[in-house]
């Protein structure tokens, strides 16, 4: 019987939410007034209530992909857009049509894309959702053409550079997990999301 090696991925560790909150907070609970949480039953953005309060960014549980994902939408979103609940999105859970589908995915490329590149800075593995297992199992719907619009979309930002905060936040993620890879510099392709 042949020995087969197990080869350690990185420490679990290393992707708890925590340091991503930490992180987070130190670039924005000032500057913003916004705050990064975990622990929530879905993703919500709460505007704060009042004069001196914070601004709260709340993400799934303690899952590592949902606060990067939340926080993408942060990053995106201007100044109109974070002083509205959830940003002033829709959304539509498991079980959308085409159309909502479509829909979903026209906002959801850039957030993805930005995400990708916060995976990126940690050393975490990206990968797209269309957010539709039911709808991808059907064969109604092909999810290629969403992945080759976030890829498009990432390689956009390696030409005009990333948003203000979302590159802030990148350089405090390469600082925080040790990597140092100039966001210009990133190799971005199909076969990495896949």
């Given at each position: 019987m042949a020995m087969v090696?197990?080869?350690?991925?990185?420490?679990?560790?290393?992707?708890?939410?925590?340091?991503?909150?930490r992180v987070f907070n130190a670039c924005f609970s000032f500057t913003y007034n916004t705050r990064?949480?975990?622990?929530?039953?879905?993703?919500?953005?709460?505007?704060?209530?009042?004069?001196?309060?914070?601004?709260?960014?709340?993400?799934?549980?303690?899952?590592?992909?949902?606060?990067?994902?939340?926080?993408?939408?942060?990053?995106?979103?201007?100044?109109?857009?974070?002083?509205?609940?959830?940003?002033?999105?829709?959304?539509?859970p498991e079980g959308r049509s085409v159309a909502?589908?479509?829909?979903?995915?026209?906002?959801?490329r850039k957030p993805q894309a930005l995400e990708w590149y916060f995976s990126r800075a940690c050393g975490y593995r990206f990968r797209v959702s269309a957010d539709n297992l039911e709808l991808a199992n059907s064969g109604a719907h092909d999810v290629a053409a969403f992945e080759r619009a976030v890829l498009e979309q990432a390689l956009a930002w390696q030409r005009q550079g990333l948003p203000e905060?979302?590159?802030l936040f990148y350089r405090a993620l390469c600082r925080e997990f040790g990597t140092a890879v100039p966001a210009a510099q990133l190799p971005f392709t199909l076969a990495a999301i896949r």
């Open positions: 090696e197990k080869v350690p991925g990185p420490p679990v560790e290393l992707f708890q939410s925590a340091r991503l909150e990064l949480c975990g622990g929530a039953d879905e993703p919500l953005y709460l505007p704060a209530a009042a004069a001196g309060d914070y601004h709260l960014l709340y993400y799934r549980q303690d899952y590592f992909a949902s606060a990067l994902h939340e926080v993408s939408h942060w990053c995106i979103a201007g100044m109109q857009r974070r002083a509205q609940l959830d940003f002033g999105y829709w959304y539509a909502q589908q479509l829909a979903f995915e026209a906002v959801e905060r979302a590159a």
